[in-house]
C-alpha cells in the first residue's frame, strides 16, 4: 500500500494526465482535427479482461508502481517524437514540450517511489535499455535507449572528455513512433 505523500503524488499524477487529455482534446478540435474518443484503459495489460500480465497491479503496490514507471516512460518518449512534427507552430510546440517535460518529471518521480519503497535499485532516469529491474515484460518499451550517438555525433568520451556509456544513454531519450507507442500500449487500450 502506498504511504500518504506516495498516494497524495499518484493522485497528483493521475490529475495531470487528465489536464493533459482534456488540453490535446481542446487543441486537437481548434485545429481542425477529430480527436480520439475516450479510450477505457485496462492497467493489466489484457486489452479489456483484466487478465493480462499486470493483472495484480491493484493488489501489488510494487507492480502499480513498475507499470507506471513504465507507461510515464513511453510517454516521454512519445512526446519527445511528436516534438519534430511541431516545429513551426509556436504555442502548440510550446504546449507539447511542456507536457514532455510533466512526463519525464512523472516518471523519474515514480523511479525515486520505487527506490524510496526499498522495490527497485534504479536512477532517475533510464540508464540503457535497462528496464529498472521490471523484466522481459516491458523490454520493448526501453529498446533503442542503449544509442549513445546524437545527430551523427557520438557522445561517449565526445572531444576527450571521459563521458561513459551509461552516461550517454543517460543524456537523451529516445524518440518514439505513433506507431511504435501504439504497439507498446495496444494491450492497454480497450
Not at 63 to 77: P, Y
Request: charged fraction near 20%; glycine fraction near 12%.
Amino acid at each position: 500500500m502506498p504511504g500518504y505523500r506516495d498516494q497524495l503524488a499518484i493522485e497528483n499524477i493521475a490529475l495531470h494526465e487528465k489536464q493533459q487529455a482534456q488540453f490535446l482534446k481542446t487543441a486537437i478540435s481548434a485545429a481542425g482535427g477529430t480527436p480520439i474518443m475516450k479510450p477505457t484503459f485496462d492497467l493489466s495489460g489484457g486489452k479489456g479482461s483484466g487478465n493480462g500480465p499486470f493483472k495484480d497491479a491493484f493488489k501489488n503496490y510494487g507492480l502499480f508502481l513498475a507499470v507506471a514507471q513504465t507507461l510515464e516512460d513511453t510517454g516521454v518518449r512519445a512526446y519527445k517524437c511528436q516534438a519534430g512534427y511541431l516545429k513551426g507552430t509556436g504555442a502548440i510546440l510550446t504546449a507539447a514540450l511542456n507536457i514532455h517535460s510533466v512526463e519525464a518529471r512523472h516518471a523519474s518521480h515514480i523511479r525515486q517511489m520505487r527506490m524510496n519503497n526499498n522495490l527497485a535499485t534504479l536512477k532517475p532516469w533510464i540508464t540503457g535499455k535497462d528496464t529498472g529491474g521490471i523484466g522481459d515484460l516491458v523490454q520493448a518499451n526501453y529498446n533503442g535507449e542503449e544509442v549513445t550517438n546524437q545527430s551523427g555525433v557520438e557522445i561517449v568520451n565526445i572531444n576527450g572528455k571521459q563521458i561513459s556509456y551509461s552516461d550517454a544513454t543517460e543524456s537523451f531519450d529516445e524518440p518514439l513512433s505513433k506507431d511504435e507507442v501504439s504497439k507498446l500500449v495496444d494491450g492497454f487500450i480497450v
